[in-house]
């Protein structure tokens, strides 16, 4: 199996969590838990390429 990034693998977790929701017709559900992925995914891109530049 591949090692995806952190942030990726959080996203596609948060859009698999949206998509449940909106099957339960919890659209507020599913777009707290989009917005919430989209941040936290964007914070872990950040650290990863914090940790990419060179000392």
């Known amino acids: 199996m591949e090692n995806f990034p952190k942030y990726y693998t959080r996203l596609f977790n948060g859009i698999t969590d949206a ?4 099957g339960e017709q919890n659209y507020v559900k599913a777009q707290d838990i989009l917005v919430r992925a989209q941040q936290e995914a964007e914070e872990l891109y950040l650290e990863d390429g914090d940790e990419e530049e060179p000392s």
């Open 19 to 22: 998509l449940e929701a909106l």
